[in-house]
């Protein structure tokens, strides 16, 4: 795509009056305002800007979540659009996007609404596990006192077997600590999705959509399970950020 000028999509709303909000644009060559367009009752979110290619870069997903997050603090609910959406013109908006996606998009903006988005990591201490399971797996305590008397030339099999015994219940310890707090919390969220977890240590990565009559219950649940599990399990909890988990507006121009 080239450099011409082109109207940035981050989010739709609900709201019959201009808005004009103040975080900086995702790209301000071309302007630094980030403004509304409207179609009866709904609205764009956007800022001028080159219709091109965006880099996922930091800078650029910061700015663009930046701007959809002063929407919501505004007290809008919001409806996030794709990364790097840019659309030709205001007309294209009006007409391939809130016009025709009108019932669709209320439908989202009923699902969400009243509700935000709080997000979950949890990492296990593996070491402070296998303490836990040296202390309290009898098999694996005489396996590991058998072998502690057994010369090292000898008992191969067995430690072979005390390996994959230790492995085994730090598997089933560790699952049954993220079953745990998704069983603790799922209860509190009109939705939850679980995400792929990043890294060896992370035992949770989740998003849930909470009323946000219950979040301070929520916020609760998080600090129970926080004192519950301390030294074995770091949490990291973020929110409330708007739905960007559970809603997602994907626009093709050449489809729509």
């Known amino acids: 795509m080239s450099d011409t000028d082109g109207k940035y999509i981050y989010c739709i709303i609900q709201s019959t009056a201009p808005q004009v909000f103040s975080a900086q644009p995702i790209a301000h060559t071309n302007s630094e305002r980030v403004y509304t367009v409207h179609y009866d009752d709904l609205a764009a979110v956007l800022s001028d800007a080159p219709i091109k ?3 996922v870069s930091r800078q650029n997903t910061l700015a663009h979540e930046k701007v959809i997050e002063e929407v919501m603090q505004r007290g809008f609910t919001v409806l996030p659009v794709r990364f790097g959406t840019v ?12 016009k025709r996606r009108f019932g669709l998009l209320h439908g989202y903006l009923y699902r969400v609404q009243g509700k935000v988005e709080l997000g979950l990591k949890a990492f296990w201490n593996k070491e402070q596990m296998f303490r836990e399971i040296a202390a309290e797996d009898m098999q694996i305590q005489r396996l590991r006192d058998l072998l502690a008397a057994t010369p090292p030339a000898q008992g191969y099999a067995d430690r072979i077997e005390l ?4 492995e085994a219940a730090l598997i089933a310890k560790r699952d049954a600590a993220a079953e745990k707090v998704l069983e603790t919390l799922r209860p509190l969220a009109d939705e939850l999705r679980v995400n792929q977890t990043l890294t060896d240590a992370m035992i949770v990565n989740a998003a849930f959509l909470v009323c946000c009559t219950v979040e301070s219950e929520f916020d609760a649940a998080v600090n129970r399970l926080d004192e519950q599990y301390a030294g074995r399990v770091t949490f990291k909890y973020v929110g409330p950020v708007p739905p960007f988990n559970f809603v997602n507006i994907v626009v093709n121009w050449n489809e729509e």
Do not use: K, P, T
């Open 53 to 55: 290619r965006y880099d």
């Open 87 to 98: 659309a030709q013109s205001i007309n294209q908006i009006r007409e391939r996007l809130l």
């Open 163 to 166: 390996g994959r015994m230790v």
